[in-house]
């Protein structure tokens, strides 16, 4: 079975402070991803990657920062957390095979920024 | 821009059957993939459909029509533990990077 783990379930920061979300899957998957969560809003993306030290904007990018030094972990870096960062921040992770498209997705971090 | 519309709350009653719909607009089209999530935990992938025409897999089927950018998954057999959100999502492009574009998604209450 695919498993994608996310460092923690919830974590609360407060303003400004620089947080890091880091997810590993054990599959080596070439594509991986990082959505925000919100309630009427659905799964936006963040960013993804789709390669080693490869990266591209998702549609909500702003604020935001990612690593991916290594296949298997993709981190998503908050350099001042804000309070509209509040959220439930998905990772996931898929195969690099045209014409599939099945992401696993991790459990989530729900991040509350006081 | 890019949108995907599907109804936000479906209730349906053990046993029936449910047929949630979903319209895109997007730059690209590329498949339609359905995923489901229950409360607190991770959406996981039910299916896709890349060609028109209706996909079974059990309980659940996913139909595609790229001339109408419509889709719906049709749920029957309705068990309580179908209660859930499922989502729509679009691949917008071609290739191997499987990104995907998700709807707002629809709860859905499954009603003894």
């Known amino acids: 079975d695919v498993k994608v783990t996310q460092s923690s379930r919830y974590l609360v920061k407060r303003t400004g402070e620089k947080v890091f979300l880091e997810c590993v899957q054990d599959?080596?998957?070439?594509?991986m991803f990082w959505y925000r969560q919100d309630p009427g809003l659905g799964l936006r993306l963040i960013y993804f990657s789709y390669d080693v030290k490869m990266k591209e904007k998702g549609d909500i990018p702003e604020g935001y920062s990612v690593s991916r030094e290594k296949k298997e972990r993709f981190s998503l870096i908050l350099e001042s957390a804000s309070t509209n960062q509040t959220s439930m921040y998905l990772c996931?992770?898929?195969?690099?095979?045209?014409?599939?498209?099945?992401?696993?997705f991790g459990p989530g971090t729900r991040l509350t920024v006081l | 821009g890019q949108s995907l519309e599907q109804p936000s709350e479906v209730t349906a009653v053990e046993g029936a059957i449910v047929q949630i719909n979903c319209t895109y607009q997007?730059?690209?089209?590329?498949?339609l993939s359905w995923y489901q999530q229950h409360d607190g935990g991770a959406p996981t992938f039910l299916s896709y459909n890349a060609l028109d025409g209706l996909e079974e897999t059990g309980r659940f089927s996913s139909f595609l029509s790229r001339s109408d950018s419509y889709g719906y998954l049709l749920l029957q057999e309705l068990q309580m533990k179908d209660s859930a959100s499922y989502f729509c999502a679009v691949r917008d492009r071609g290739g191997a990077t499987n990104k995907l574009i998700f709807g707002t998604g629809t709860l859905l209450a499954v009603q003894p």
């Open positions: 997007t730059s690209g089209f590329y498949g």
């Open positions: 996931a992770s898929s195969p690099g095979i045209a014409g599939s498209d099945t992401q696993y």
């Open positions: 599959m080596d998957h070439e594509n």
